[in-house]
């Protein structure tokens, strides 16, 4: 009787699992070759403070939503007015006017006016695409500088080159470049959320946290031609063109979307701008974002600039003041997130 030499054999078994194991793909993470033009993204935000400070109920602010309208238009877009009156926290009826930028349901041209588009029409869930992903920004300005440091300034409207203008700047790039380049099933809308900014001004002595956000929580409650259950995560940009600004992790953003907080910071990392994106969290924030979850339920999260040393405020020294204009706006800052938001959507499954 032979005996069965059982080393030989196990070493045979392990020699087999790893070459077979050798011979399996590895998937690695790869660098997105497509470069988000910040030159462009830049001039996108300058347009906007062109009209001058788009505060509610302006003439500035009206020509300002026509433009955006017809730039997402240009990009293969429907595009969806939601108009509403909605109440400021001191009783002005504020004209509100949520700009919604969506891939053409099945059967309608892309690209079609608003007017074309039935309110209830949504994209059928047997022609819907492997990942659907929501972008929004604010678009109005801050009527009044309550931030300012001067005191005779704090009345004033505010240009809102950064609190507003840059994030639309940023997705008016994305959708340009989503038109010239295949994202592989993944489809990407857009909100321009109107009525961000008419939070009770610090001279008022009040406080109400509902006064803020007024355009998402109305859209949140009213989502009109979109349906919430379609997305897979949402993403706010909020002040993502300042000087010197950095992302930290924001509080409600790890709460409703800590997966989605992992993949954009992840990809930040691999696009370049760790540390940009630095992963330690930076507190709570009353933002778009916040209805966006908990009344649509959509996981969404806020990009939005922390300045952990700057004695003005945390959210900048420009932020709520006069000085909140182009010539504090970063092209480095608009290529950070506006790269990472490339890398995210072209490598999104």
């Not at 070459?19 to 030159?39: H, L």
Request: hydrophobic share 40%; with cysteine; proline share 5%.
């Amino acid at each position: 009787m032979h005996k069965i030499n059982f080393t030989l054999i196990l070493m045979g078994v392990i020699a087999l699992v790893a070459c077979n194991t050798a011979k399996k793909p590895v998937s690695e993470p790869r660098v997105v070759s497509i470069d988000f033009n910040a030159d462009s993204a830049f001039a996108f935000c300058e347009a906007q403070c062109d009209f001058g400070a788009r505060t509610m109920n302006s003439d500035a602010h009206e020509r300002c939503a026509e433009w955006i309208a017809s730039k997402f238009r240009q990009y293969g877009y429907t595009i969806h007015l939601q108009q509403a009156d909605l109440r400021g926290y001191d009783g002005t009826v504020l004209r509100s006017t949520n700009i919604i930028a969506q891939q053409a349901p099945t059967g309608l041209p892309v690209g079609a006016a608003s007017s074309e588009v039935p309110v209830s029409v949504g994209l059928p869930d047997e022609t819907a695409p492997l990942a659907r992903i929501l972008l929004c920004a604010h678009w109005d300005s801050r009527p009044w500088a309550d931030n300012d440091p001067d005191s005779a300034n704090w009345r004033k409207p505010v240009m809102a080159a950064n609190d507003g203008a840059s994030g639309v700047a940023v997705m008016l790039e994305v959708a340009r470049l989503l038109q010239q380049h295949d994202s592989a099933g993944i489809a990407v809308d857009f909100i321009c959320f109107d009525a961000e900014d008419w939070g009770i001004p610090q001279w008022a002595d009040e406080s109400d946290g509902d006064s803020w956000a007024l355009g998402a929580q109305y859209w949140a409650a009213h989502p009109g031609p979109l349906r919430p259950a379609d997305y897979q995560y949402g993403i706010l940009l909020d002040m993502v063109g300042g000087q010197g600004a950095r992302f930290f992790q924001e509080g409600y953003s790890l709460r409703y979307a800590r997966s989605t907080v992992d993949k954009v910071w992840q990809a930040a990392h691999m696009a370049g701008y760790g540390s940009t994106f630095p992963t330690q969290e930076q507190g709570w924030i009353t933002d778009d974002h916040v209805p966006v979850n908990e009344t649509a339920g959509i996981p969404c999260i806020d990009i939005i600039n922390h300045y952990p040393d700057c004695e003005n405020s945390t959210f900048g020294p420009t932020w709520h003041t006069v000085s909140d204009d182009m010539q504090h706006i970063d092209h480095t800052t608009l290529k950070a997130v506006g790269q990472t938001l490339i890398q995210l959507i072209f490598t999104e499954k």
